[in-house]
């Protein structure tokens, strides 16, 4: 696996997720409170993983090896992504802010749902732009010696900064919530 490679795959677990926070943003609207336990998996994820991993793989070790080359297609949509990030960043402390609101009875159950369709929709698209347009134009920028030093510094920063273990823990626990919300492949 390389360094894009690498991203575009934890784009498809945090899909996973975004997925199962549509379905269950559905029901809370309607009133189903158990699904309370599926956000506050999900703000864990979007925290610790979403942001606190691959978000930091992004801006601290892609986006940089990428600006030192200085294509200014690829500059502008850079400063896209990051922005889209920051947004990100609020919406999450957003919705875990109104999910503990309505866990303490005083919550509007609707602005918590919209508050996670925000989120969903804001990141769905967010990965798109990336998948279609930033990561091919990195592949084609990029040769296999940078694609394999990305990789590496992926793998050290997960161990430096997440400790052993937590991808896999988020990792099985998206597979037990496409198990629970049908949405196996
Ligand atoms: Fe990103
Ligand atoms: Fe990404």
New binding site residues.
């Given amino acids: 696996m390389n360094g894009t490679e690498a991203l575009r795959t934890e784009h498809r677990e945090i899909k996973i997720m975004l997925k199962v926070c549509n379905i269950s943003a559905d029901r809370i609207q309607k009133g189903n409170l158990a699904e309370l336990d599926t956000i506050a998996k999900a703000v864990d994820f979007f925290k610790d993983f979403t942001d606190g991993c691959h978000?930091k793989k992004?801006e601290d070790i892609l986006f940089p090896m990428l600006l030192e080359k200085g294509n200014p297609e690829q500059d502008a949509s850079i400063s896209a992504?990051l922005d889209?990030?920051v947004q990100g960043r609020k919406l999450a402390k957003l919705i875990n802010k109104r999910l503990g609101e309505v866990q303490n009875g005083a919550g509007d159950t609707a602005l918590l749902a919209s508050s996670i369709t925000d989120y969903t929709t804001l990141l769905e698209k967010?990965i798109a732009k990336?998948d279609s347009a930033l990561f091919t134009i990195a592949e084609g920028i990029l040769n296999p010696d940078e694609q394999q030093q990305l990789y590496e510094a992926f793998e050290l920063l997960e161990a430096e900064e997440i400790g052993a273990g937590v991808h896999e823990k988020f990792h099985h626990m998206i597979h037990e919530l496409a198990h629970k919300y049908q949405l196996m492949k």
């Fill in positions: 978000h992004e992504m889209e990030h967010h990336e």
